[in-house]
């Protein structure tokens, strides 16, 4: 996805509809889903290889060259049928005052490329992370997870939807406190959360699930006793982005060798500082290891 913003100021409300009028100051343009995971991890040193879907259009081109300009390895599969996904950002005083998505499903033929392209790819990767924003890019998922599980390979999950049985067999699962609502239901206390992750784990055999929860930081379940990190006391601008500092700040220390309880330190400190700016923006290792 390829991430717009529109800066201005606010000084009236239109006239045709009580609504407020933006006078467009500045524009930025950022690497949004997938891209901007990617975008984390080589921004803490890792070797990122991203396999992702987009149009043959000037969206697609500009993500192309922000890829690179990140030192991301992009394998992109063009498809012409479709237009790369564009979330547009409207901002003043730091605060979003709208967004506008435009997006479109990709074709099969191009997600079996995609998924030709992860095959000739795993052999060389420590670490498989698989986004998913529901866009149709993962539609092979579980083929993916099983086949990296087969290798040896981490493979860390960021869900979307309540449908988790396409995530069976991975190593690590990612979703926000929302997202495991959905799944799970309401919790009425930290004990009934516990009981039912461990159900929830043990029937899709996932060896563990980082939920992030927001203000509250973060909670790492596993066969042993849940161990909770709490969140960095900062000011919040902007939580977009946020889950995929997260989750790309895990695999890149699982990468690296450090356990899995080391990384989600790590991940809640990166988090802490990603929060502070406005829109969607990546850790960089300096940020995360100051001098």
Not at 122 to 131: E, G, H, M
Not at 153 to 168: A, F, N, Q
């Amino acid at each position: 996805m390829l991430d717009r913003y529109w800066f201005g100021n606010v000084d009236r409300i239109s006239p045709e509809a009580p609504v407020p009028v933006v006078h467009v100051q500045r524009t930025e343009e950022r690497l949004g889903g997938a891209a901007n995971v990617a975008c984390n991890i080589a921004g803490l040193g890792a070797r990122a290889s991203l396999i992702c879907v987009i149009g043959h259009d000037e969206p697609g081109d500009r993500l192309v060259e922000l890829l690179a300009q990140s030192n991301v390895q992009a394998f992109a599969e063009r498809d012409t049928s479709i237009s790369t996904i564009i979330k547009l950002r409207v901002i003043a005083r730091q605060q979003q005052l709208l967004r506008a998505d435009f997006e479109e499903s990709p074709t099969k033929e191009i997600l079996l490329a995609g998924l030709a392209r992860f095959d000739s790819l795993l052999a060389d990767a420590s670490v498989v992370l698989l986004s998913d924003y529901a866009k149709g890019g993962l539609t092979h998922v579980s083929s993916m997870i099983a086949k990296a599980r087969a290798r040896g390979k981490h493979v860390l999950i960021d869900p979307k939807g309540s449908d988790w049985d396409r995530y069976s067999g991975a190593s690590l699962i990612t979703p926000n406190r929302a997202e495991l609502r959905e799944v799970i239901g309401s919790w009425s206390s930290e004990d009934v959360l516990a009981q039912r992750v461990t159900q929830l784990r043990s029937s899709l055999k996932i060896d563990a699930l980082l939920l992030t929860r927001s203000e509250e930081g973060m909670t790492l379940f596993t066969d042993a006793n849940p161990i909770h990190v709490p969140a960095a006391a900062r000011d919040v601008f902007d939580v977009s982005g946020a889950g995929d500092t997260v989750i790309g700040t895990v695999a890149a220390m699982l990468g690296a060798g450090l356990s899995l309880t080391n990384a989600v330190v790590h991940a809640n400190s990166a988090a802490g500082i990603v929060v502070g700016k406005v829109g969607t923006a990546p850790i960089a290792y300096e940020e995360l290891f100051p001098r």
